[in-house]
């Protein structure tokens, strides 16, 4: 007899376990639309979908926090506790008519421990494939196009620049969107904000020729805080990144200081945002409280070479205005340790980097290379 829930989600605290009843295989796809990725913080979302939710719509679990950008729109659900975007319900049109589509945050996903016991030589990367990325030209450049996808596979992953067009035949048609792009010149401050718009970002620099590192991970405690496997983040001195809020007088906007420590009167007036403390007066996360998106990794006590405190908000936040890309190669360095991504050994032990981290370590160093080629 096949085990009725072979699979679980699980957040970064780990208060919201759920159990998912499906059949297996599964495959999931990954979307790089504005939507996506300003809800996750991260370059694309990683979704598997779901026959139904494995809880009831009208009743979820008491840990989740739920949101809607509008009465007719689909509902996520996050951990209330740590912010983790776990669940969604979707609206979509085929053939003239509405459906209602379901997914589970593909990094939230494992299996679950009674699998596990009756099937032990099985992987999560033996059960769950990427079958396509879809909506590329959202990120106007391309993002993260040119190496998230496995092309090698004799089954193609397929590249949809939209709904309207048939799919990319290569990978040089996702690349050269990147190539056409144009960034603009003399930026002195990015700006990034979650889906709501509840969080708003701003990142700053002296000058242009100063580039902020960004890197990618694909460690345990990324992909469980964001529901994705591959999760960018850039280094910022904490004291040229600020929070953005709205003026007393609700006609403009006022720079916040990014807090050297979050502590409770900190966390009262950003009362808008989850902070969660995965270490205790080590490590803290923050999450926009309304619509779940991941929004900084900060561990106190890590610096720049000069000593200034460094924070990490998501890259992806800065993908939110869609008129000037996603990568933004004029104000981030993106940089590759000699092992293509950080933490990649965290997807081989838990079964999961044939998904799609194994193929990324490759892709990426080589992108990274390229673009440092053509600097």
């Known amino acids: 007899m096949s085990n009725p829930t072979p699979l679980q989600a699980t957040c970064l605290c780990r208060t919201s376990t759920i159990q998912i009843p499906t059949a297996l295989p599964l495959t999931a796809h990954v979307c790089h639309c504005t939507t996506c990725r300003t809800s996750h913080g991260t370059l694309f979302a990683m979704h598997t979908d779901l026959q139904s939710l494995p809880f009831s719509e009208s009743s979820p679990p008491s840990t989740f926090r739920t949101y809607q950008s509008s009465p007719n729109s ?27 589509g379901f997914c589970v945050s593909t990094g939230c996903v494992s299996l679950s ?35 998230a996808g496995d092309w090698s596979k004799e089954t193609q992953v397929q590249f949809h620049g939209n709904w309207e067009e048939p799919p990319m035949p290569s990978q040089e048609d996702a690349e050269e969107l990147g190539r056409k792009h144009v960034y603009p ?5 990015l700006d990034g904000w979650c889906r709501c718009k509840g969080v708003k970002v701003r990142i700053t620099r002296e000058d242009e020729a100063r ?10 405690s990324c992909r469980l805080a964001t529901g994705t496997d591959v999760v960018p983040y850039t280094w910022v001195p904490r004291d040229h990144a600020f929070f953005v809020t709205k003026s007393s007088d609700g006609e403009g906007e006022e720079l916040q200081e990014w807090p050297a420590v979050w502590d409770d009167a900190t966390k009262a007036k950003f009362g808008n945002m989850i902070i969660y403390e995965s270490t205790p007066g080590k490590v803290v996360w923050g999450a926009c409280g309304t619509c779940g998106a991941r929004v900084f990794y900060q561990k106190y006590g890590k610096t720049v070479k000069d000593g200034r405190d460094l924070v990490e908000p998501l890259t992806g936040l800065f993908g939110a205005d869609v008129t000037q890309g996603i990568m933004h190669l004029d104000f981030l ?7 293509g991504v950080y933490s990649a050994e965290d997807a081989e032990k838990e079964g999961r980097a044939g998904i799609m981290t194994r193929n990324v370590n490759v892709m990426y160093q080589k992108w990274v290379k390229e673009m440092k080629s053509r600097a």
């Open 74 to 100: 689909g509902t996520a659900y996050f951990c209330s506790n740590c912010g983790t975007y776990m669940f969604a319900s979707y609206f979509y049109m085929r053939e003239g008519a509405r459906h209602e």
């Open 185 to 189: 010149t003399g930026r002195k401050e």
């Open 211 to 220: 580039k902020y590192k960004t890197g990618v991970c694909v460690c345990d």
């Open 113 to 147: 421990d009674s699998y596990k016991s009756e099937n032990p030589t099985v992987k999560l990367e033996d059960v769950l494939s990427i079958d396509f990325h879809c909506i590329i030209k959202d990120t106007i450049d391309g993002g993260a196009s040119p190496w």
């Open 333 to 339: 360095d993106w940089v590759a340790p000699d092992g």
